[in-house]
């Protein structure tokens, strides 16, 4: 069966330091992969969304940026945090060929830039 | 306007109660529609989904879409305490090209007093 993972669950980081999140999806292969960012009280955000390896696109201008080094690795960087950066961010994918039109999240990463 | 229109809420209804969650939208271009159920600090998982107007029943989840509104519910009957949750609307365009996103609805905060 197919599972995501996503780590890691909490980080509190401060103003101006780097970001690395990461999230790898088993059972499936070539999914399409996404970043989402829930602030609180708020809908999902789409960061990034991913086709295939080193194919990247950027929905929202920002600071951040998305890398996809392996078919089931996608990776969200930031060379310095803002505090407007805190947030829930969710990984997400989507099937291409199996029943499951929707998509599949991960369990989150609360940040907080302090 | 949002593509995808949700009541915050929150809703709070006792134990028992029949709840409606609701979602309406501007895209006629939508054919595949989903609801997601999110615990607190966790992702969001998908709860049902249909391709076509009409109701889907799963146990005491009861899902409905009228293309004609553009209009789609989410009833539960028999609401327990374990349903508090937000639950957020998704729908997207058909065929499931890697250019076909879901779009989501910002999510209503529901709340079953025991």
């Known amino acids: 069966s197919q599972t995501i993972h996503q780590w890691p669950a909490t980080l509190v980081q401060p103003v101006g330091s780097p970001l690395s999140l990461e999230c790898t999806v088993e059972?499936?292969?070539?999914?399409?992969l996404y970043w989402y960012r829930q602030a609180a009280g708020r809908g999902l955000q789409l960061l990034f969304y991913?086709?295939?390896?080193?194919?990247i696109s950027s929905e929202v201008p920002q600071n951040l940026s998305a890398s996809r080094p392996q078919d089931r690795q996608f990776i969200l960087s930031s060379k310095k945090l803002l505090l407007s950066d805190s947030g829930f961010y969710l990984c997400?994918?989507?099937?291409?060929?199996?029943?499951?039109?929707?998509?599949?999240f991960g369990s989150g990463t609360r940040l907080t830039v302090v | 306007q949002k593509e995808v229109e949700q009541d915050p809420g929150p809703l709070s209804v006792p134990e028992g109660a029949i709840v409606s969650l609701n979602c309406t939208y501007s895209?006629?271009?939508?054919?595949?529609f989903m609801w997601y159920r999110q615990y607190s600090r966790k992702g969001p998982e998908l709860l049902m989904y249909t391709y076509s107007s009409g109701n889907k029943e799963d146990g005491r989840f009861t899902a409905q879409v009228d293309k004609s509104s553009k209009y789609i519910s989410l009833f539960i009957r028999d609401s327990q305490p374990s349903d508090s949750a937000t639950y957020l609307c998704a729908m997207s365009p058909l065929p499931r090209s890697s250019a076909s996103k879901i779009i989501f609805g910002s999510g209503t905060r529901l709340s079953i007093r025991p």
């Open positions: 059972g499936t292969s070539n999914p399409n």
């Open positions: 991913s086709v295939g390896i080193g194919q």
């Open positions: 895209n006629s271009a939508f054919q595949y």
């Open positions: 997400a994918w989507r099937d291409r060929e199996g029943p499951n039109y929707g998509y599949t």
